[in-house]
């Protein structure tokens, strides 16, 4: 039983074009986040949401758009693909507390994005 | 800002081997320090997490330290095997919505 799930694994679009990622966990936890990996694979954080509110926001261009229906779910948005975005992108989920200090966040297995 | 580099990027031993990889991070001001392994075109699996109280923790063959006050923090695999062939990251964990700033990890290659 998976965990936390993306879809699809691969994407592959042209320039210019408009795309989602789904992001899934049945682990009952309340943050999810996602992650961009690029291609000298650092992991740098992008959004957090706890509970449908938006927690974190870095720097991130306005044409990405998180959405989360619920607190299963976080969906991202990009428009207008550019090259720059090919990377992986990993959907994470953890537990909310007010001590989060021993609550490991759990991942899914990331999406890989090509742009032509 | 918050900024963490591994050390070594890449490893290679021969099996039995014990592994040390380093990590190093430049805020002090952190609740815990996570290690993560990553297989090829998986996701990260959480391996150990040491909260900021914590000097060490231990699962296994692995083992993690912590040294807050250098910004420093360890891993030990001890007897490595083939199947501990991976990419090992270390991300330390801010207060602030749980936010993790990873390292760009050390790259393991045990050898038969």
């Known amino acids: 039983d998976t965990a936390v799930s993306q879809t699809p694994k691969y994407l592959v679009t042209q320039m210019g074009n408009d795309k989602s990622i789904k992001c899934e966990q049945n682990?009952?936890?309340?943050?999810m986040y996602w992650y961009k990996q690029d291609s000298k694979k650092f992991l740098k954080i992008m959004f957090s949401y706890n509970n449908k509110e938006l927690i974190i926001n870095e720097t991130v261009p306005n044409r990405f758009s998180p959405k989360s229906p619920d607190k299963a779910h976080l969906n991202l948005h990009i428009n207008s693909l550019e090259l720059g975005d090919s990377a992986v992108y990993f959907c994470?989920?953890?537990?909310?507390?007010?001590?989060?200090?021993?609550?490991?966040?759990?991942f899914g297995d990331g999406t890989r994005l090509s742009i032509l | 800002k918050q900024e963490v580099t591994q050390i070594p990027a890449a490893l290679s031993v021969p099996e039995g081997e014990n592994l040390v990889l380093n990590c190093s991070f430049t805020d002090s001001a952190i609740y815990n320090l996570q290690w993560f392994r990553q297989d090829p075109g998986k996701g990260l699996t959480s391996l150990l997490l040491i909260q900021s109280s914590q000097r060490e923790q231990t699962s296994g063959r692995l083992n993690a330290s912590l040294d807050k006050s250098s910004g420093r923090s360890t891993l030990y695999i001890a007897a490595s095997q083939p199947g501990d062939s991976a990419t090992y990251l270390c991300a330390a964990g801010l207060a602030a919505g749980n936010k993790l700033t990873f390292g760009g990890g050390t790259r393991v290659l045990v050898k038969p």
């Open positions: 994470a989920s953890s537990p909310y507390r007010a001590s989060y200090s021993n609550q490991p966040q759990h």
């Open positions: 682990l009952g936890h309340d943050t």
